[in-house]
């Protein structure tokens, strides 16, 4: 499997308070993703990063923000947590070739009480 | 990028062939289709990839016909340890997975 880790893997919190996640690779990966996981919906794409500082939007952003400052660092932050945003998050990442393939981390379980 | 349906859910017993089909009718001439099969409480992983005819490796046999408007993820003699979620992807690379919609995948549920 490809080295990603994602810290922490589990976390409780409370609402209105801020939460990162963070996703580290060491495949020195270009293109790297955060998912969100609840039942009856399948993985959903919150942000994406095609390189250093570049990030994007992706179908469920609202709420979230992203940043990369370093190729195998992609933090995901909760501005102000609320109980909707309890759910498993997976980071991945892919190279960018083609064709290509996503490779998941173990997943981070936050609950937003 | 093409979106891609599959059935919900499957039950086999084990020691059975499963065969999941997955229809893609928009498919572009350089799309490629991706199989990720996901266990519990982790992330998705990559089982096999193809772009026509049939490719095999060690995990399973992916079958495409000629007009490639479909595909079929055949899991041999499955075993409890196959129960999963597997997805059907469609893509094309170079940075397009942002593109991509996973959906909620084919439950594939094996009993004894």
């Known amino acids: 499997d490809a080295g990603i880790t994602q810290s922490p893997r589990h976390k409780v919190t409370e609402t209105g308070t801020p939460v990162t996640l963070r996703c580290h690779q060491t495949?020195?990966?270009?293109?790297m993703y955060w998912y969100r996981q609840d039942p009856g919906h399948g993985l959903r794409l919150i942000h994406y990063s095609y390189g250093v500082k570049d990030t994007d939007k992706g179908e469920v952003s609202d709420g979230y923000s992203v940043s990369r400052s370093k190729t195998e660092d992609f933090l995901l932050t909760l501005e102000s947590a609320t109980s909707s945003q309890t759910s498993v998050y997976f980071c991945?990442?892919?190279?960018?070739?083609?064709?290509?393939?996503?490779?998941f981390g173990p997943g981070t379980r936050l609950t937003v009480l | 990028l093409a979106k891609t349906t599959q059935p919900i859910s499957m039950d086999s017993y084990e020691g059975q062939e499963v065969n999941i089909t997955c229809s893609h009718n928009?498919?572009?001439?350089?799309?490629?289709i991706t199989w990720y099969q996901q266990f519990p409480s982790q992330g998705p992983r990559f089982i096999i990839q193809g772009y026509k005819t049939k490719v095999t490796n060690e995990v399973a046999s992916l079958f495409i016909p000629a007009d490639r408007k479909s595909s079929t993820l055949s899991l041999p003699r499955v075993s409890l340890s196959d129960t999963a979620v597997y997805y059907c992807l469609v893509d094309r690379g170079g940075g397009t997975a942002s593109k991509l919609t996973f959906g909620t995948g084919t439950r594939l549920q094996v009993t004894l």
């Open positions: 991945a990442t892919s190279s960018g070739g083609a064709p290509d393939t996503q490779y």
């Open positions: 928009n498919i572009a001439t350089n799309d490629y």
């Open positions: 495949e020195n990966h270009r293109y």
